[in-house]
């Protein structure tokens, strides 16, 4: 679309709606809940290693989270089998992809949901990716559900999955996920997780 050539008013007008229209992109990218409190507030830099023994969830938070989407690749993971492996590949699959370039636009932030989980097939679908922003079409786009959440810093969803009994509340089982900040060589600085309440 073309500008009026003449009519500086307009000009601005536009101008300033379009800066707008990315500050509230923003803004909703920002990592913070209903309330306005930061989700990685009081955290140390360190990523749980899956490989270390479980240990019980002692120390948890809810908040009231929004409804959201986030777009990327998604993969189904086999429960059964080995799933370092299969989400370790998962990971180079996504840095390896197109969406990997849109890292710095998203405050080095990757969200990894687990949703669409199966019992019966024991398996879950693993999304990860980014805040659905724009006109950005994405390969994969699932929606967090609003609602009350566990917010569990230095453990992983499939660790919170197996300690569910002594959480304190019953799971939904639905979307959950976590949220890690990447350095510029794709490394994790760090990581919280997000448990959807019943």
């Known amino acids: 679309m073309a500008l009026p050539k003449r009519n500086i008013a307009l000009r601005i007008l536009y ?3 379009m800066l ?3 500050g509230f992109l923003f803004w909703q990218s920002l990592p913070f809940d209903a309330n306005g409190k930061n989700l990685f507030a009081n955290q ?3 990523v749980p290693d899956s490989s270390t023994t479980h240990t019980a969830v002692k120390r948890y938070e809810t908040v009231k989270l929004y409804t959201r989407k986030v777009g990327g690749i998604t993969r189904t993971l086999d429960l059964s089998t080995h799933l370092n492996s ?5 990971w180079l699959d996504f ?3 197109a969406l990997a370039a849109d890292l710095p636009l998203h405050n080095q932030q990757v969200y990894a949901v687990y949703h669409n989980y199966d019992n019966q097939r024991s398996t879950v679908q693993l999304t990860l990716g980014f805040i659905h922003a724009g006109n950005r079409q994405y390969p994969s ?7 009350r959440y566990l917010k569990l810093p230095r453990i992983s969803v499939l660790d919170g999955w197996q300690q569910a009994e002594t959480l304190p509340g019953p799971l939904r089982l639905q979307t959950d996920y976590e949220i890690y900040q990447l ?3 794709f490394q994790p600085e760090s990581q919280i997780t ?4 019943k």
């Open 86 to 90: 299969q989400i370790d590949q998962h």
């Open 20 to 22: 707008g229209m990315f």
């Open 44 to 46: 140390r830099p360190s």
């Open 141 to 147: 786009v699932v929606t967090l559900a609003a609602g």
């Open 194 to 197: 997000f448990l959807a309440l």
């Open 95 to 97: 840095a390896n992809s």
């Open 15 to 17: 101008g300033m709606s």
């Open 183 to 185: 350095d510029p060589d």
